[in-house]
């Protein structure tokens, strides 16, 4: 199991950001925002799971769970889309199967 963690962001990022996108006016890009939306991004982790199974040498079966708990993304506004997909992926969790064979 793998742990991803990011820590928490300020709203304003530069001296441009401190005039027009700030936590007093709450607007990002100029559009006024919810004030639930005006403290920045929080911390944020997810969990990763990867099991392998080697049946011999030369295969490989491998198993995937990306953000194993669901968590959803939460809204960031120093994303170009205020969708943290910086940090984690709007569609939620995913799945991937992987079959390897090495050629001797």
């Known amino acids: 199991m793998f742990v991803n963690y990011v ?3 300020k709203w304003a990022t530069d001296q ?8 007093e006016t ?5 559009l006024a925002l ?3 939306k ?5 911390s944020w982790w997810t969990a990763n799971m990867s099991v392998t199974w080697r049946p011999d040498d030369a295969w490989n079966l491998s198993f995937t769970v990306k953000n194993l708990f669901n968590r ?8 170009f889309l205020g969708d ?3 940090y984690a992926t709007i569609f939620g969790r995913g799945y991937s199967v992987t079959i390897g064979y090495r050629f001797k």
């Not at 959803?72 to 994303?79: A, E, G, R």
Request: charged content about 20%; glycine content about 14%; some cysteine.
């Open 16 to 23: 441009v950001d401190e005039v027009s996108n700030n936590k």
């Open 34 to 36: 919810q004030k639930s």
């Open 84 to 86: 943290s997909s910086d």
């Open 72 to 79: 959803l993304p939460f809204y960031d506004p120093n994303s």
């Open 38 to 42: 005006c403290d920045g991004a929080p």
């Open 7 to 9: 820590g928490g962001t």
């Open 26 to 30: 709450c607007t990002g890009g100029y």
